[in-house]
């Protein structure tokens, strides 16, 4: 059976941790990794009802967009709902995994999620970030330069956008010496060799660096391997905040607050004046402000988000329709996302349930 160990490995490779903000606190925040699963419940949030459902329906891992362990905890009394969410995990075996501003920043993750909910084509991130991108330079023998380039790709690097198994080669000489106590792939200690070579150039993420690396030495037939790691300021098209697209048509406000109304399912939407057709739209799931200004400059006539200010709606007035659909609204498709990673990864190995607990806190009155 899997384990939680497993679960922690397929939910990172597809939102690494490195992408998480550093205030965040994504991963594992309790439980046995070699414990074995003998079922899933996904939540927006981790609380003591949730872990009664997941007891019910034979749960022993909870799955949750939003840390509950997220500042240091002093003590474990139970005195905060964390510390008894918690201690409730621990005393019933249960382990408690979060994926939240790293599965936010992923190309496939929860702004691109909402995106399709509301119908957007062309789907991109908002504001890409840059410096997590590296180039690897290595020179190997012309036999030997498809099977280290396999090793590469199968480690993570020469993804490129929606292409994968990129590279540049040329070809050129390479001069060595071997020492006298080497055993060199070609050529003789103390000789002076030369040789053909390519180099071989791939991309890579930085957080797959060591992997990549690894994969490199071993697949490679030298025993002293040249390589260049080139760190890049490029912009990863793959990782970043929010997301921008287009409607399939426009739509006038009023029509377009009423599809966020009814795809959302929210009684409310809080939103600024605005007069002109809705047809590229951005936005970001939870609270979003911080990027106002990027959606703005990015030309959208609509920015979608969660948890804004009072006076975070004067300056956008006339420049975008801005909508405040609630925190929880605007993440709700995130059960959605975690059940399809998993029911693809490990199939009907174990139940992979969404809860029915409700976790949002907020409520309207009419």
């Not at 019933?92 to 995106?115: F, S």
């Not at 690097?157 to 792939?185: E, H, K, L, M, N």
């Not at 979608?304 to 709606?313: A, I, R």
């Amino acid at each position: 059976m899997p384990t939680v160990a497993d679960l922690a490995r397929a939910l990172e490779t597809a939102a690494p941790l490195a992408y998480q903000e550093s205030y965040d606190n994504a991963g594992l925040q309790c439980g046995d990794p070699q414990a074995e699963i003998t079922g899933v419940l996904i939540a927006l949030d981790c609380t003591p009802a949730v872990l009664d459902e997941a007891l019910s329906r034979d749960c022993n891992v909870v799955v949750a967009h939003h840390p509950v362990i997220f500042r240091p905890l002093k003590s474990l009394t139970g005195a905060t709902e964390v510390e008894r969410t918690v201690l409730k995990a621990l005393k019933n075996n249960i382990a408690i995994y979060a994926a939240h501003t790293n599965l936010d920043n992923v190309r496939h993750g929860v702004n691109r999620k909402l995106g399709e909910k509301l119908g957007l084509q062309n789907l991109r991130i908002l504001a890409p970030t840059s410096g997590n991108l590296a180039k690897l330079i290595t020179y190997v023998p012309p036999t030997y330069t498809e099977t280290v380039l396999q090793a590469l790709y199968q480690a993570g690097a020469g993804q490129i956008g929606d292409y994968s198994d990129c590279s540049f080669r040329s070809d050129g000489v390479g001069t060595f010496t071997p020492g006298s106590a080497t055993q060199p792939f070609q050529g003789q200690p103390g000789q002076p060799e030369t040789t053909a070579e390519q180099r071989l150039e791939v991309l890579l993420p930085l957080h797959q660096q060591k992997n990549v690396l690894r994969a490199l030495r071993q697949a490679h037939p030298y025993e002293e391997v040249a390589y260049e790691i080139v760190k890049l300021e490029n912009e990863n098209q793959e990782v970043g905040a929010g997301m921008l697209g287009e409607l399939p048509q426009e739509l006038t406000p009023v029509a377009f607050r009423q599809q966020l109304r009814t795809i959302l399912g929210v009684p409310v939407v809080k939103h600024t004046d605005f007069d002109r057709p809705i047809r590229r739209v951005a936005l970001c799931g939870g609270a979003g402000s911080f990027l106002l200004n990027k959606a703005r400059a990015a030309g959208a006539d609509a920015y979608v988000t969660g948890d804004l200010k009072y006076h975070e709606f004067f300056g956008p007035e006339g420049d975008l329709l801005l909508c405040d659909v609630g925190h929880f609204e605007s993440e709700q498709f995130t059960s959605e996302l975690f059940q399809e990673l998993l029911t693809s990864t490990f199939s009907s190995t174990f139940a992979v349930l969404i809860a029915e607990t409700l976790t949002n806190p907020v409520r309207y009155d009419f």
